[in-house]
């Protein structure tokens, strides 16, 4: 079910398939996770919106950072 506002991407995170989340146009969670044997086995978030900085472009829109 789609969420108006909402949107989530696959996004490279670290060297490894992530998501973003973005909420009206600005990142709101970032997602990385570990795999071993074809199984997620952890996933890390980022929250902090001072840390999410990086997901944005200087005019608030989200850029993709595949092979930043």
């Known amino acids: 079910r789609k969420v108006?506002?909402?949107e989530m991407?696959?996004?490279?995170v670290?060297?490894?398939a992530g998501?973003?989340?973005h909420v009206d146009g600005s990142p709101?969670?970032?997602a990385a996770?570990?795999?071993r044997d074809g199984l997620v086995t952890?996933?890390?978030?980022?929250?902090?919106?001072?840390k999410l900085g990086f997901w944005t472009d200087v005019?608030?829109?989200a850029q993709d950072r595949r092979g930043a």
């Open 4 to 6: 108006p506002g909402i």
């Open 19 to 21: 998501l973003i989340l």
């Open 59 to 61: 005019d608030g829109a």
């Open 33 to 35: 996770m570990e795999h």
């Open 42 to 50: 952890r996933i890390w978030m980022v929250l902090n919106p001072d």
């Open 28 to 30: 709101m969670a970032v």
């Open 14 to 16: 670290n060297g490894e």
């Open 9 to 12: 991407s696959v996004v490279d």
